[in-house]
Structure formats: structure tokens, C-alpha cells
């Protein structure tokens, strides 16, 4: 596990600037930075890469507690069609990635595998990074196998692109019928008052037809499935997900958890709490993989300034890492704005002088 999109290596790229350059070459190559202002050219790019960055984080999680949601017992998929979720993967490593794998298993069908891909705004080889993907799981059958104690037919694997307010015929411009090792569906999400999960199978001017998952799942994609009959609003937030959507729900939690608790000041957290936040989130997550993304988050959240050390803090243990979000944040929605607006102003120039750094050593 690491900090996600652009910032991911940033600590080990820093340790090794400073270590090699002169404090002379360090205030030339990032002293600058801080000066940046909301107009300045550098800023407003490295902004406006970062907001897309969270947004395709966002579309990612959404999908994936949609269709986490829906292939579950006695929800859609589940009550509906022969398939039951076995459990799933995320790749996020993989330089194919983001994506999400999940394993459905039928009593009378066996086990599918389908690898969900959120498409990127003006991306490319959407195509190729399915196939390479379903070829790796393939390669990886044995581990993933035994990670998931299941048994898969590698003749079920499938990959599926899941979009959402992209026009389908943007994507499939890329796809070919040449070398299709590896069968593609493509699933369209749709939010708003209702939530809907649709197979698309023809594209306009796009000589390519999509594929069709086996059984009912396929007439059911095809009808397209009423998921909820409200918009998304709590079941979108995983212990992996995007560090900036994990910041931006400590606020009500802390409010939450703090409120019986007189002695500890509402919005500092400590380790352990975060911990255990990250460990109440989707994902059955074990303690000692919320305990390194913990200490993840912390590391990161420290160095660009939006949590800070507290010394001595009321209510805790001697022993306790206690962290302070601020000392006048206000639940409203006004202010989860500004925090907002705060977090990706900080951000942006912590990846900007990433780059420099990663600059400098290369």
C-alpha cells in the first residue's frame, strides 16, 4: 500500500534530495514553491492534474461499492442471477492499473472473474490494459487462488470497462475485434435519483460490438439494473481510498466518536484512532494492513501541513501519537468546501516539488 496517483514514492524521491543535494540547490530547485499563489501558472496545472487524479479515484470507489454492493447476498445480482461475490482484489500497483477484480461464483456455472477498469478522461489503450490485466491474473492464478480461497476456470475470466458520464463510443473507438484473447464488456454507471448499471453492446459509428456476460447476468446488464433508488451517500468510502476522501471524513467521525468524551478536544485524532477508522471502513480489512496505511496517511498528511503533532494532548495515554486536524473547523458545508479547497492547495504544492525532486536525482 501507498499514497495514491502522482504521490506515490514521494518520501523515498525527498530522503534521497536532501541527501544529495546542497542546501544551496534545495532552496534554488523548491524554495520558490511557497510563494506560488492561486494564479500562478505552475499551481493552477498541477491543480487541475490533481482534481482529475481524485475524480477518477471517486468514479473508481463508487463503482466498486456498486458493484461490491450488488453482487452481495440478497442485492441484485446476488438474488437475481446465479452469481454471489466471492470476494475481490484491487491492483493498484500494477502499471496496468487502477482496477478492481472481482470473483463471483454460480453453483452450476463455477467461478467468473471480472476485472472493472473506471476509464480515464481522454485516455488511451483502455483496451490493451484489459487484456494485459486478465492475461496477469492468468499468470497469477495460483496466489490469487489461494488469497481468496477459490477456484477459478481461467476460461471464465472476463474484463469489464465500467464508466461513467463518458459517452461509450469515446472509448470504443480503440477496441478491435484482432487478437481478442480476452472477452470485454463494457457497464455503464449511471447516479443521480436512481443508480443503474447498463451493458452496452452497440456504439455509435464505432465498428465494434461488446461483449455479453454469460447467463442472466447478461439479460439483467442488458435491461440495465436499478441499483438504488437514491443517489449514493455512505457506502462509497474504503480504506484504500483516495487519501484526500479519507481526510475529508475524519471531521464528522471525530465530531461523532468525540462527542461523549469531554476530555479529548473534538478534532485531534491519535494513531490508534486512525486505526481504527481505517479498519471500520469497506473491505474487511485486517488490523495489520490499516495499521501501515495509517502510518501512510500520517506521514503524508504531516509533510503537507494538514494535520500537526500534538504535545500532551487531554484524554490520552502518555504513550499515544496525537495528531490535530485544526483548531476551528465547523461542519458545514461551507467549510468542508474551504478544508477541501485547503487540502488540494497543499497538495499540489507538495507534488510540485515532488517533481523537482524526481527532476533533480534523474
Known amino acids: 500500500m501507498t499514497i495514491r496517483g502522482k504521490a506515490n514514492g514521494w518520501k523515498s524521491l525527498r530522503d534521497e ?3 544529495e543535494a546542497t542546501d544551496a540547490e534545495q532552496e534554488e530547485i ?7 499563489d492561486e494564479t500562478d501558472e505552475p499551481l493552477q496545472d498541477e491543480l487541475e492534474e490533481y482534481q482529475e487524479e481524485v475524480n477518477l479515484y471517486n468514479r473508481r470507489f463508487i463503482l466498486r461499492a456498486t458493484l461490491t454492493s450488488s453482487f452481495q447476498f440478497g442485492n441484485v445480482f446476488a438474488s437475481e442471477t446465479e452469481w454471489e461475490l466471492a470476494d475481490s482484489l484491487s491492483f493498484d500497483q500494477h502499471e496496468d492499473g487502477p482496477a478492481d477484480l472481482f470473483v463471483a461464483h454460480s453453483e452450476s456455472r463455477g467461478t467468473i472473474v471480472v476485472l472493472a477498469v473506471v476509464q480515464q478522461k481522454n485516455a488511451e489503450k ?3 490494459r484489459l487484456q494485459n490485466l486478465c492475461s496477469y491474473v492468468e499468470s497469477e492464478m495460483n496466489s490469487i487462488e ?3 480461497s477459490v477456484i477459478i476456470d481461467e476460461d471464465k ?9 463518458i459517452q461509450p463510443e469515446n472509448i470504443a473507438n480503440e477496441f478491435s475485434e484482432e487478437d481478442n484473447h480476452w472477452p470485454v464488456s463494457v457497464w455503464e454507471l449511471v447516479s443521480g435519483n436512481q443508480e443503474t448499471i447498463s451493458l452496452v453492446e452497440e456504439f455509435d459509428g464505432v465498428d465494434w460490438t461488446g461483449h455479453n456476460p454469460d447467463g442472466e447476468l447478461s439479460k439483467l446488464l442488458s435491461d440495465g439494473i436499478e441499483f438504488a433508488d437514491t443517489e449514493h451517500l455512505a457506502f462509497d468510502l474504503f480504506y484504500d481510498s483516495h487519501h484526500q476522501r479519507i481526510y475529508q471524513y475524519l471531521p464528522p467521525y471525530l465530531d461523532k466518536v468525540h462527542a461523549n468524551d469531554s476530555n479529548k478536544t473534538t478534532f485531534h485524532i491519535s494513531r490508534e484512532e486512525l486505526v481504527e477508522f481505517l479498519q471500520a471502513q469497506q473491505g474487511a480489512i485486517i488490523r495489520e494492513k490499516a495499521s501501515s496505511r495509517a502510518d501512510e496517511l500520517i506521514n503524508w498528511w504531516d509533510y503537507i501541513g494538514v494535520i500537526s503533532k500534538v504535545k ?3 484524554g490520552y495515554d502518555d504513550s499515544a501519537t496525537v495528531y490535530t486536524l485544526g483548531h476551528r473547523i465547523i461542519l458545514t458545508t461551507n467549510q468542508n468546501e474551504k478544508i477541501k479547497k485547503q487540502y488540494q492547495q497543499k497538495a499540489a504544492r507538495a507534488l510540485i516539488k515532488r517533481s523537482k525532486h524526481e527532476q533533480y536525482l534523474n
Open 30 to 36: 523548491v524554495g520558490e514553491i511557497a510563494e506560488y
Open 146 to 148: 489461494k488469497e481468496l
Open 17 to 19: 534530495f536532501i541527501d
Open 126 to 128: 483502455t483496451y490493451e
Open 312 to 314: 500532551d494532548p487531554d
Open 157 to 165: 475470466i472476463e474484463g469489464a470497462v465500467a464508466i461513467s458520464r
